[in-house]
């Protein structure tokens, strides 16, 4: 079992730096980390915050992820802060966890139940009692994360096939639904045979 995945960033409307990041992470064995941050307000204080989020996704991948969104939360004390979504893939068992802090959009298309909520509060700041949830996937099942740059009134029912790669779904959303007003970011991850 495998993945594909596409990826978009782009910052606010006259911005040259995003205060979102995206972390796609393999780990052993057959694991993979997906995650969107976003840094809270914009630029380089907001892109600050997110990074460092994202660094510590990088550097342990394979702990288990409510130590890292604790870890995280350790990490941007001090920073202005970031919202974040994270799946956590195990491929050989073909189940994936989802954990939400703050206002990162989920959404999966998939024949299973699979419903991601986040909860809200701040990384760095304000830390909730984190929610984890785990599902069962199957093959052609699709993923995807976006932060509040982008409408969350997507509905990619129609859209959605084996046929369109996710870079191209990921782009085809920002290009629908990204709003110049804030940086946006949008991931999307396939699971395949």
């Known amino acids: 079992m495998g993945v594909s995945w596409g990826a978009v960033v782009r910052p606010k409307y006259g911005q040259s730096v995003s205060g979102d990041v995206y972390v796609i992470e393999p780990f052993d064995p057959a694991g993979l980390q997906v995650a969107v941050i976003d840094g809270l307000g914009g630029g380089t204080e ?35 802060g970031a919202v974040m979504g994270m799946l956590t893939f195990d491929l050989p068992q073909r189940k994936v966890t989802y954990i939400g802090v703050g206002n990162i959009g989920a959404q999966v298309y998939s024949s299973l139940a699979i419903k991601p909520i986040s909860k809200n509060g ?8 984190l929610l984890k949830l785990s599902y069962s996937y199957n093959f052609g099942d699709t993923f995807v994360l976006y932060s509040d740059g982008v409408s969350s009134r997507f509905n990619l029912d129609n859209q959605i096939s084996t ?11 920002l290009k629908q639904h990204g709003k110049d007003s804030d940086d946006a970011t949008i991931v999307v991850v396939r699971i395949t045979e």
């Open 163 to 173: 046929t369109m790669e996710p870079q191209s779904l990921a782009e085809l959303i």
């Open 46 to 80: 907001a892109a600050h915050a997110a990074n460092a989020a994202a660094a510590v996704i990088r550097e342990q991948p394979a702990l288990e992820p409510t130590l890292l969104i604790k870890q995280a939360h350790a990490a941007l004390h001090g920073t202005r």
């Open 122 to 129: 701040i990384i760095g700041y304000r830390l909730p009692t």
